[in-house]
């Protein structure tokens, strides 16, 4: 099974400090992985795609095949960076099927 | 463009009464897949449709069904409804050959 995992069910954190979420994939090949951010009473939305390679709101996550980890950095947090963050990988099937497998998610709460 | 709808929002159903949820893609995206969200096993996925077929299922019980339509609409039903079945279903479009997915804001099902 190709497993996601999220070490941290909550990470608690002070306003300009470093972030750094975790998120470690079962090796399978060449891995598409995603992090999706859940704000409170919003919708889950996108916020990295590693083939991307882009920053979103000072957010960005490096793909380390040799630790078989993407994790999620922010050099200076936010109090509205407060939200759930969930790793994700996609699975191909051989009818070109898609799912997400997520992690389990990691609660984020910047304090002042 | 508009975001993914669902409907309804909120649902409360009892138990063996059976319940169908509705998904409006994105304008364009021929791939709707369903995921269900519970506080104990986070993130599952339901199933895939493209194009009215299905293309991918996750492991779930045969009272999990879905169908699209030629408008790319989806439904999912479920039948004979259980307590364990409470849940935020979650839809998600993508255009079918680009993997990035959206996601709607989910319909709440409490069975009871």
């Known amino acids: 099974a190709q497993r996601v995992t999220q070490p941290e069910k909550l990470l608690s954190v002070f306003k300009g400090a470093p972030v750094e979420l975790k998120c470690n994939y079962s090796?399978?090949?060449?891995?598409?992985l995603f992090w999706y951010v859940q704000y409170s009473r919003q919708r889950l939305q996108l916020l990295l795609r590693h083939i991307s390679r882009e920053s979103i709101k000072g957010f960005t996550a490096d793909l380390n095949k040799g630790e078989t980890s993407f994790h999620l950095k922010k050099p200076f947090a936010q109090e509205e960076d407060s939200a759930m963050y969930y790793c994700?990988?996609?699975?191909?099937?051989?009818?070109?099927?898609?799912?997400?497998?997520f992690g389990k998610g990691t609660s984020l709460l910047v304090t002042p | 463009k508009a975001g993914v709808t669902q409907t309804p929002r909120y649902l409360i159903k009892t138990r063996g009464q059976q319940v169908t949820l509705s998904c409006s893609p994105i304008?364009?995206?021929?791939?709707v897949s369903w995921y269900q969200q519970t506080p104990g096993q986070g993130l599952q996925f339901l199933f895939e449709y493209f194009s009215e077929t299905q293309r991918n299922k996750g492991n779930f019980p045969g009272r999990f069904s879905g169908r699209q339509f030629s408008n790319s609409r989806s439904e999912m039903n479920v039948s004979t409804l259980e307590l364990g079945d409470s849940a935020l279903y979650l839809c998600a479009s993508c255009s079918g050959y680009q993997e990035t997915q959206y996601f709607g804001p989910g319909t709440r099902l409490l069975v009871l």
């Open positions: 994700a990988r996609l699975k191909k099937n051989s009818n070109s099927g898609y799912a997400l497998n």
């Open positions: 304008s364009g995206h021929r791939s």
């Open positions: 090796y399978s090949g060449s891995p598409e």
